[in-house]
């Protein structure tokens, strides 16, 4: 008996004969190649040969005899799980992904292409203190756990203040789930998978946990996959991309800070973590659990209306008080005489805090030196070649860097334009709060260590560790970052904590309020964490009475929702619609806004007959050049009782567009409800 294999092949086919949505073509499998559903194997194609995987092996074809090709082989050894295998069409329908976008999600390149030669060398042994002991869960923490396993079949949005033990809820759910001879998916954010988050998980489960990163080695990355597509790695700890571990019998799926916008993918394939997990789980009947101290307000929405089963964890364990945060208005600071780095009260408590052998952190969202350079006598200033945007000073290299892409040029000693020597450094980053600190303590005849992480210092191997480990080690002593400092960190000897501007995060965007409400609470979070130190924070702004800091201030999350979803009501922004964004870019300007145009008429049309959208538009990104190809984008915000049909009429619209020759010329990137609307 003949076998055929249906195909997906990973080809992008933009001739306008052969459709590039999906074409799955049927192959012949020779009798001595054992393939089966799921497996990568390599076919020809035309003249070439190309890499496909098998969604079904069959018994017929209606392929003529002669038109048949035999599958040359295969392309690995490794065959998709038939769970995720199962969810392929409903991942595409969700998302309108290509198939083969998603399967090569299923099985990464990485892997596809074997065990790299030269192994790569095994993140660096990790020294931190762990907690290996067994805690007895308070009541709050029993109670979650106890409703997660009596009920599985539900996602749950753990809801519980910074420091409350989420994390050992965690555990103990997946102690009953490996126990049940099951698995367990744990998702945190990119930027919170930290050496202290695998010790911890390490010290407690041992070598059943692997770790699935994007910054893993070749080598490791390849190690850990196999472990537990083998099955002998049970638990995952992983970021984003990990929700498509090829783990079986999964027990638990777990999104640890669910309201982080690292969940959602921000270039191809495009998906949103959570669905893909509930997807999962549903397949497996497991749990989900997400857990926020600031729950996304999306999440809380579906909380709120059944959805999700809500959890709470009220008070920080063994009741220690959250820390008190005070509203530092900065332009009273100036007013008064002062024009530093820090409110008066906040440079002295930091002083006094270092004296006392304590520790602080200094949160600032920007990296760099000086995020704008600018000459004074003409008004030249460093932007990027390639990018509409500033280039930012580093002090370590003396260079001028994009944030976009890789161009960078030595600081100018004279400017470019006029050759003048006033050249100004604008908004400070995190390099230059470093030396202004330097300058206090030495001033005040303090000696503490001042340390600074974030991306530009923690890319190499084992420079995190480092950092986190001398911070850990060293009282007194400062931390300046990034968001990288706001995640998960747990440091007994922290009782500060200083926000030097609260305001950066106030942007154009309607979910800007939402997200300002949440990495706020979760920096300020990390001070005071262990009984003995009142923990305190500071936070200073330009813009004392904004609502946001006062529901911030008295950790109102409840006050913030209710305020937030009213505004999103009456101005019908999601959840009460969809949004959806179609990114078109390219290397000719003239091509993409044709494209755009021609995506434009339909669409109007449409919205002529159905009256389905609350706004649609087109324009120029807000950074319409990045890595030197244009940018224009099409924001469509829909009503949200006919959401699905529009997004399906909009996908065939951008379908047909890319069946014409000119789609040769741009990509199409299709979002629903974006991370980001630059
Ligand atoms: P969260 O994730 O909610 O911010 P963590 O899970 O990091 O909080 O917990 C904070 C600290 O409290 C950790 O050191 C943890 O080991 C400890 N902890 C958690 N639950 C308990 C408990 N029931 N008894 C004692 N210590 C606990
Ligand atoms: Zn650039
Ligand atoms: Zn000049």
Redesign the pocket.
């Known amino acids: 008996m003949m076998k055929y294999a249906k195909v997906v092949i990973d080809a992008v086919l933009n001739t306008n004969v052969i459709s590039p949505a999906d074409a799955a073509w049927d192959y012949l499998i020779p009798e001595d190649l054992s393939v089966v559903r799921g497996s990568c194997v390599v076919v020809p194609f035309g003249k070439r040969e190309i890499d496909g995987f098998v969604l079904e092996v069959k018994e017929q074809t209606n392929v003529a005899p002669e038109l048949l090709k035999p599958i040359h082989g295969l392309a690995s050894d490794f065959v998709i799980k038939p769970e995720l295998l199962d969810l392929l069409p409903q991942i595409c329908a969700k998302f309108k992904l290509r198939a083969i976008d998603v399967l090569k999600l299923y099985i990464p390149s990485a892997i596809r292409a074997g065990k790299p030669k030269r192994n790569g060398k095994r993140r660096v042994p990790v020294s931190m203190e762990f907690?290996d002991h067994q805690?007895?869960?308070?009541q709050e923490?029993q109670h979650c756990v106890d409703t997660v396993l009596t009920q599985p079949e539900n996602v749950y949005l753990l809801k519980?203040v910074?420091?409350?033990?989420?994390?050992?809820v965690y555990m103990h759910i997946i102690k009953k789930v490996l126990e049940m001879g099951k698995t367990a998916l744990v998702l945190v954010p990119e930027i919170g998978l930290t050496p202290q988050v695998l010790a911890n998980f390490k010290a407690r489960f041992g070598d059943i946990v692997a770790m699935l990163h994007s910054k893993l080695y070749g080598g490791e990355k390849y190690d850990e996959w196999l472990r537990v597509n083998q099955g002998s790695a049970r638990i995952v700890i992983g970021a984003r991309s990990a929700v498509f571990a090829p783990l079986e019998n999964l027990g638990a799926i777990i999104i640890d800070e669910e309201h982080d916008g690292s969940y959602q993918s921000d270039s191809n394939p495009r998906y949103l973590t959570h669905d893909i997990a509930i997807m999962r789980a549903k397949w497996h009947r497991c749990p989900v659990i997400l857990g926020s101290?600031t729950p996304s307000i999306q999440s809380f929405y579906l909380a709120e209306h059944g959805e999700y089963k809500l959890l709470e964890?009220t008070k920080r364990?063994?009741n220690v008080p959250l820390p008190q945060i005070e509203i530092v208005d900065m332009a009273n600071e100036i007013r008064s005489g002062n024009g530093g780095v820090f409110g008066t009260e906040v440079l002295s408590e930091l002083l006094q805090t270092l004296r006392q052998g304590r520790s602080a952190m200094v949160f600032l969202n920007r990296r760099g030196y000086s995020q704008t350079v600018r000459c004074l006598q003409c008004g030249w200033h460093a932007k990027c070649d390639n990018c509409d945007v500033s280039m930012v000073y580093h002090k370590d290299d003396e260079q001028l860097k994009c944030h976009y892409c890789a161009a960078r040029m030595p600081f100018p000693s004279r400017c470019p334009q006029c050759g003048s020597t006033y050249i100004k450094h604008g908004a400070m980053g995190t390099q230059k709060i470093c030396a202004e600190i330097e300058n206090l303590l030495s001033q005040a005849g303090i000696v503490a260590p001042v340390l600074r992480m974030d991306t530009d210092n923690t890319q190499t191997k084992g420079a995190l560790v480092k950092i986190l480990e001398k911070f850990a080690n060293t009282s007194p002593s400062v931390l300046v970052g990034t968001q990288m400092i706001a995640k998960?960190h747990?440091f007994p000897q922290v009782s500060l904590v200083i926000i030097v501007n609260a305001d950066g995060g106030f942007v154009a965007d309607y979910r800007s309020a939402e997200r300002t409400f949440a990495l706020l609470t979760q920096v300020a979070?990390r001070a005071g964490?262990e009984v003995g130190t009142a923990g305190k924070a500071y936070l200073q702004t330009y813009m004392p009475n904004h609502y946001v800091y006062k529901f911030i201030r008295n950790y109102d999350y409840l006050g913030f929702y209710q305020r937030e979803i009213a505004a999103r009501q009456a101005t019908k922004y999601p959840p009460f619609s969809t949004i959806v964004r179609v990114l078109v870019s390219g290397t000719v300007d003239t091509k993409i806004i044709e494209v755009i145009k021609q995506m434009m008429q339909p669409l109007r049309e449409y919205d002529k007959n159905q009256q389905a959208f609350i706004y649609l538009g087109a324009m120029k990104c807000p950074y319409g050049r990045l890595q030197n190809k244009f940018r224009y984008q099409i924001l469509a915000r829909i009503k949200q009782d006919v959401a699905k049909e529009t997004i399906d009429y909009m996908d065939a619209c951008i379908k047909k567009i890319e069946e014409q020759p000119i789609a040769r010329h741009v990509k199409i990137f299709f979002e629903i409800n974006p991370a980001s609307l630059s």
């Open positions: 907690s805690v007895v869960l308070n923490q519980g910074t420091g409350s033990g989420k994390t050992e101290a964890l364990v063994n998960g747990h979070g964490r």
